[in-house]
């Protein structure tokens, strides 16, 4: 079976740290995707793992533990604009499919 | 623009009517997708293509929905006879077929209201 879970509301301060983590179990793996998704518009890509460790992309980091199945996401120097949803999910790839697998998203709020 | 582009962008139904939406995925890309998102909800996969051919379909996917990519390059959705339960947003999201790494774009998506 397929199974994302992740924290559904989060809230924090503007220029703050805020981990949001991701724990998965599924049928296969072939990487696990970050996405941001603010009300109304498309999910817009913010980083991949499909190797253990952090991967750091300016402001945003993820990390990957295949082992422990799970992921998380840190945003550093919180901004206003960093309200979102974010999205965990994992490419579940075989000869017939390619396909994302997400879970519920996180809706972040950031404060003043 | 170069991004994926869906129309139309808004739709509203009557309960029973058929609708159709359209994608026009990123030229080149061969892998096409389609989700449906609900409020407060994930994106939930519908089906996939590669090219023309459609290589997977979701087993949520009741016989009321058909998707098709002639050719290989846009797509169509259709849903007939359309339910209140078909209420989303409807997305379609694009990529690149190489090794390795391979980000799905995204389109605005579709948002059918089923009155």
């Not at chain 2, 078909?86 to 948002?111: K, V, W």
Request: proline share 4%; charged share 20%; aromatic share 12%.
């Amino acid at each position: 079976g397929q199974n994302i879970d992740q924290p559904t509301e989060m809230t924090a301060t503007e220029g703050a740290i805020v981990q949001i983590n991701c724990t998965y179990q599924t049928s296969g793996f072939n990487g696990l995707f970050w996405y941001q998704q603010h009300a109304g518009e498309a999910p817009t890509f913010l980083s991949y793992n499909v190797l253990d460790g952090l991967e750091e992309k300016g402001r945003f980091s993820s990390f990957l533990s295949r082992s422990k199945g799970y992921s998380y996401l840190l945003l550093k120097e919180l901004q206003m604009k960093d309200s979102a949803s974010y999205l965990c999910a994992v490419r579940s790839l075989s000869y017939n499919t390619d396909k994302l697998i997400f879970g519920t998203g996180t809706r972040l709020q950031v404060f003043p | 623009d170069t991004g994926v582009s869906q129309d139309p962008r808004h739709k509203i139904t009557k309960r029973g009517q058929n609708v159709t939406f359209r994608c026009d995925p990123i030229s080149e890309h061969n892998r096409l997708y389609w989700y449906r998102q609900t409020l407060g909800q994930g994106p939930e996969f519908l089906t996939y293509f590669q090219n023309e051919a459609q290589l997977e379909k979701s087993r949520l996917l009741s016989d009321r929905f058909s998707a098709e990519r002639p050719k290989g390059s846009f797509s169509t959705l259709e849903i007939q006879r359309t339910e209140q339960g078909d209420s989303a947003m409807y997305l379609c999201a694009s990529s690149p077929r190489r090794r390795g790494f391979t980000e799905a774009f995204f389109g605005q998506g579709t948002r059918l209201t089923v009155v």
